[in-house]
C-alpha cells in the first residue's frame, strides 16, 4: 500500500529514502516525474541513494494514474513522490480511498512567495491545493516524519 | 605548469562551511575550496549555485552523502564535463589532503580523495 504521497523537488534523496524511509519501513518508491522516466542517467542518479531493499521505480504521469491501484494493493509499504504541484495535483484524481498529500520540499523560485522554511508556493499553486483540500484531500506539509504536519488552511 | 585544482564541498544546511572552518584552522587560509550549502533549494538552484562555485574552472566537488540531493545534483551537473569529479563521504582528512596535492591531474585527485577519505574511517580504540 502506498503509505505517502510526497512533492519533494529535490526528488530520491535523504529526507525522502533515509527519514521517511526508515521511520515508516519503506518498501518501495515510486518517482512520477516524466524527465527522469525519460533519462537514464538521472535515473541512475536516484538509483544512487536507494538501498537495495527498496524497489525503485519510474513512472511518467499517465503510467502512475494507471498502476495506482496495483500500488496501493502491494503487500510492501510504499511512497509515490512528485517534484511538483501539478503531477501530484493529476495524480490525486486517481488515487482510491483514504487521500492525503504531504508537501515535503518546494523551494523557492521566482513567482513563489514562502509559506514555510521548505515550502513556497505561486499564487497559482496555492489555489490548485486548496482547490484539492476542498476535494476532500488532506493537504499538509511536513519535512520530516517527527516535526509537526501543517495543514494547507494554514499555509494559503 | 597547469592551473591547480579547485574544491568545491557541498553539503546539507551547515555541514560544508563548517567543514571549510575546520580545514581553515588547521592548514591555513590557502585551501582552493569553497562550500555550498542545499539550504532552501530546489535541484534547480542548487545545480546553478554549484556551477557558480565550480567557477568553468577544472575541479573536484566533494559531497557528503552518496543519494542526497547534493550528491544528485553534483552527479548532474557534472555529466558531460570532463573537468569535473564528483567525490562522496566528504570528511575532514580528506579536504586536508586535497589542500596539499592541488597539482595533481584531475582524475588522480579524484582516486586519492577516495583513499584518503576511507583510510581515515576506523575504530581507534575499543
Redesign the interface.
Known amino acids: 500500500m502506498i503509505v505517502l504521497y510526497r512533492i519533494d523537488d529535490r526528488l530520491i534523496h535523504g529526507q525522502v529514502v533515509v527519514g521517511w524511509g526508515q521511520r515508516l519501513g519503506i518498501g518501495f518508491i515510486v518517482l512520477v516525474n516524466d524527465e527522469v522516466r525519460a533519462s537514464d542517467w538521472e535515473q541512475e542518479i536516484c538509483r544512487m541513494g536507494v538501498p537495495p531493499s527498496i524497489e525503485l521505480v519510474f513512472a511518467t504521469v499517465a503510467e502512475a494514474a494507471a498502476r495506482l491501484p496495483e500500488w496501493e494493493g502491494d503487500g510492501r509499504r510504499g511512497i509515490v513522490l512528485t517534484g511538483d504541484v501539478d503531477t501530484m495535483v493529476s495524480l490525486a484524481r486517481a488515487m482510491p480511498g483514504r487521500r492525503c498529500v504531504n508537501l515535503g520540499g518546494i523551494h523557492a523560485r521566482e513567482g513563489r512567495t514562502e509559506r514555510l522554511r521548505y515550502v513556497f508556493l505561486t499564487p497559482e499553486e496555492a489555489t490548485k491545493l486548496r482547490a484539492l483540500a476542498a476535494e476532500g484531500v488532506e493537504v499538509t506539509a511536513q519535512d520530516v516524519p517527527t516535526a509537526k504536519p501543517v495543514p494547507i488552511a494554514e499555509l494559503v | 605548469m597547469s592551473e591547480k585544482l579547485s574544491g568545491v564541498i557541498v553539503a546539507?544546511t551547515e555541514l560544508a562551511e563548517a567543514l571549510l572552518a575546520a580545514v581553515r584552522a588547521i592548514a591555513g587560509d590557502e585551501t582552493g575550496l569553497v562550500a555550498v550549502s542545499?539550504r532552501?533549494?530546489?535541484?534547480?538552484?542548487l545545480m546553478k549555485r554549484i556551477d557558480e562555485a565550480v567557477g568553468g574552472r577544472p575541479a573536484l566537488i566533494f559531497a557528503d552523502?552518496?543519494?542526497?540531493?547534493c550528491?544528485?545534483t553534483a552527479?548532474?551537473l557534472a555529466?558531460g564535463r570532463p573537468e569535473l569529479r564528483v567525490v562522496t563521504g566528504v570528511n575532514l582528512a580528506m579536504l586536508l589532503d586535497f589542500v596539499f596535492h592541488r597539482e595533481l591531474p584531475l582524475e588522480a585527485a579524484a582516486e586519492r580523495m577516495v583513499q584518503t577519505g576511507r583510510v581515515s574511517v576506523g575504530i581507534v580504540a575499543r
Open positions: 546539507h542545499n532552501g533549494s530546489d535541484l534547480k538552484a552523502m552518496p543519494g542526497g540531493s550528491a544528485h552527479a548532474a555529466r
